[in-house]
């Protein structure tokens, strides 16, 4: 009678780590971008939440406000406090401030904080701008403008 072993090779074994491997170093890449573009995601439903509130307070007032109290939204901070004032409204990802108001325009930032992917270099900022003429929302980093806004 002939003695058979069953098993696997050592090469059959290799060739499935490598093939782990190349498919890992694809799609772990491909994760990071995605979370990323959420947290991203998170940041421009701020942002808008805000830019719809000046605009209230610009038909109320008559000019834009750098103040949190003056808007008509209250918003929470990952600690759980209200945003007032004019100070930087820390949020889990992001840190976002009101930087100008007048009577035309305001700008809002988004600055991301944590960990970021080394693929935005220390990390980035995203901007509304809103008012007369000026909407829109910008990224400080190329990558992030390219992975966010296909």
Not at 61 to 87: E, F, I, M, R
Not at 113 to 121: D, K, M, Q
Request: with cysteine.
């Amino acid at each position: 009678m002939r003695n058979v072993k069953k098993g696997f090779t050592l090469i059959e074994l290799l060739v499935v780590v490598l093939i782990i491997g190349i498919l890992a170093s694809i799609a772990i890449p491909q994760y990071m971008k995605i979370v990323e573009k959420s947290r991203y995601s998170e940041a421009v439903t701020i942002l808008a939440e805000i830019a719809s509130a000046q605009e209230r307070v610009m038909a109320r007032n008559g000019s834009y406000t750098l103040s949190y109290d003056t808007l008509d939204v209250t918003l929470k901070s990952s600690a759980g406090s209200s945003c007032s004032g004019q100070s930087t409204c820390s949020f889990k990802y992001y840190n976002i401030q009101i930087t100008a108001a007048n009577n035309a325009s305001f700008e809002v930032t988004a600055t991301r904080t944590g960990n970021t992917p080394s693929r935005y270099a220390t990390g980035y900022t995203v901007k509304y701008a809103g008012g007369a003429g000026t909407t829109g929302i910008t990224i400080s980093d190329a990558n992030a403008t390219t992975d966010f806004q296909q």
